[in-house]
């Protein structure tokens, strides 16, 4: 007598002949089968299949009202295609036609009634010991796509982290907080949802867009640091950033950085025309720079700098809404006209650091709480941002 290798496994007869049900079932116990599971009416296997899961299935060809063809492709379709589950074929019929049909649909392996017990005790032992090496094979390969994809979030993270320091890099020159690249981050990610992109979309732009001004690097302190009217040599040097910047993060082969590389030239394009480097105009500007562009200006305006403090918000808001179709993409600046947009805008803008508010900017004043005891300052404009 072959005795069970696997006795814990979980074997489902369907064969319509309650006779040689009895005796399958009598011989696998002998042989060591603790979990023997058998139905006549074969309209039941599906169900009774996802109940109990089994590891082998010992099917008869031949049934009344379904047969064993139509059961195991059904069964078949349901699994996935990578999944090795053997089915023992059980057949009256042991012609070659039907023997080919039956491996055709899926099955693993055949035996011929009446049965020979030795020889069918053969066959369940080699297709459960076969199942189960491919579950371990299974199982390391999934551990081994754990360990990859723990790897590459290790790797992505400190990708992440290294551009995200080549960022404030920059920034930190002529923004002693350090965080306006991050708010720009948000704010581009905002917008662009706002625009109705993608999620995965907007999320690329949010991380892309912090890179916007890495080419500041290149730009003397005397110049970005200037807290005075430019020159118009000193702002020719200052205008160098964008193709700087660009120049930096060129050569890129992931979306991330060729996106960032694109935003980096073409923040500081205007919808008229007026712009640098290129002087394109409208929709020759690429989109992801058109809502970078408006997302800088906010935060940039919003917050203190070196040349001079920060405007109000209404004063922010009113600015973007007044050079909607000359500086910006009136579908990106008419966003900002939206009150949830507002509030929203805010709430961003300041998770780092505070803004100045004053009366008459409607819901973005309850967002932010105003103080009517904050005077407004006095601005003067030496540049756009």
């Known amino acids: 007598m072959i005795t069970a290798s696997n006795p814990g496994a979980c074997i489902l007869i369907v064969d319509d002949e309650p006779r040689n049900v009895r005796i399958l079932k009598r011989v696998l116990a002998v042989a060591g089968y603790r979990r023997v599971i ?35 492709g059904r069964l078949r379709a349901g699994m996935p295609v990578s999944e090795y589950f053997p089915i023992l074929m059980l057949t009256g019929d042991s012609s070659p036609e039907a023997c080919q049909r039956a491996l055709a649909m899926g099955a693993s392996d055949f035996v011929a009634k009446p049965f020979d017990m030795h020889e069918v005790l053969i066959r369940i032992k080699n297709l459960l010991e076969t199942r189960s090496l491919h579950r371990q094979v299974a199982e ?39 965080r306006h690249t991050q708010r720009v981050g948000a704010l581009s990610e905002l917008l662009a949802s706002a625009m109705g992109w993608s999620d995965s979309a907007a999320a690329l732009l949010g991380l892309a867009a912090p890179l916007h001004d890495v ?3 290149g730009i003397p302190d005397a110049i970005l640091c200037k807290a005075g009217m430019l020159t118009v040599s000193e702002r ?17 082969r992931s979306s991330f950085i060729q996106l960032a590389e694109k935003v980096a030239l073409s923040h500081h394009e205007r919808w008229d025309g007026h712009g640098y480097p290129d002087r394109i105009s409208g929709p020759a500007i690429l989109p992801a720079a058109r809502i970078v562009a408006v997302a800088d200006f906010f935060d940039a305006t919003a917050h203190d700098r070196v040349y001079r403090k920060a405007w109000p918000i209404h004063q922010v808001l009113a600015a973007i809404a007044a050079m909607s179709g000359s500086a910006f993409d009136p579908a990106v600046a008419d966003l900002c006209s939206r009150p949830e947009v507002q509030e929203s805008m805010v709430v961003r803008s300041r998770a780092h650091a505070p803004v100045h508010v004053s009366p008459g900017s409607g819901a973005v004043t309850r967002a932010v709480g105003y103080s009517r005891s904050r005077p407004e300052p006095r601005v003067r404009r030496r540049r756009l941002v």
């Open 38 to 72: 058998a139905i006549t009416d074969p309209r039941e296997a599906l169900a009774r299949f996802a109940e109990i899961e089994p590891d082998l299935l010992l099917l008869d060809l031949h049934m009344p009202k379904i047969d064993g063809l139509a059961v195991m």
């Open 140 to 178: 390391h390969n999934h551990q081994l796509e754990c360990k990859v994809r723990e790897r590459t979030a290790e790797l992505d993270t400190a990708h992440m982290d290294t551009i995200a320091r080549l960022a404030l890099a920059a920034e930190f020159r002529d923004d002693e907080t350090g």
């Open 215 to 217: 080419g500041k690097i």
């Open 236 to 252: 020719k040097t200052m205008e160098r950033h964008t193709t700087m910047g660009a120049k930096i993060l060129s050569g890129g």
